[in-house]
Nanobody
Framework: QVQLVESGGGLVQTGGSLRLSCAASGRTLNGYYMEWFRQAPGKEREFVGSIHWNLGITAYADSVKGRFTISRDNAKNTMHLQMNRLEPEDTARYYC????????????????WGKGTLVTVSS
């Protein structure tokens, strides 16, 4: 099992930046993908991006490509989501998650989730 705790959310104006963090505990993440998802009110949870813990390979949803960057700190077992040029459409609760396996890109069936951190972008 793995425990995930997100932090860093808040209120920001359009065009601003935020950096989210996801602290993992309980086991090593070596060899696994870690993912960020988000869920806006009334909408389904959607894939934001991912990182392979060892290789550092990242992937992003088209809606955030070029604006968001995922990184990880192996020593601290922490993943980050740097969000720049934020838009009101980015308003959502952001979750980190992992299946402790392959990349999913969908929330369905992913077993391990944090509680999320709320990001609100004002226009």
């Amino acid at each position: 099992q793995v425990q995930l705790v997100e932090s860093g959310g808040g209120l920001v104006q359009t065009g601003g930046s935020l950096r989210l963090s996801c602290a993992a505990s309980g086991r090593t993440l070596n060899g696994y993908y870690m993912e960020w998802f988000r869920q806006a009110p009334g909408k389904e949870r959607e894939f934001v991006g991912s990182i392979h813990w060892n290789l550092g390979i990242t992937a992003y949803a088209d809606s955030v490509k070029g604006r968001f960057t995922i990184s990880r700190d192996n020593a601290k077992n922490t993943m980050h989501l740097q969000m720049n040029r934020l838009e009101p459409e980015d308003t959502a609760r952001y979750y980190c998650a992992t299946s402790l396996g392959a990349l999913r890109r969908t929330a369905d069936g992913v077993p391990y989730w944090g509680k999320g951190t709320l990001v609100t972008v004002s226009s």
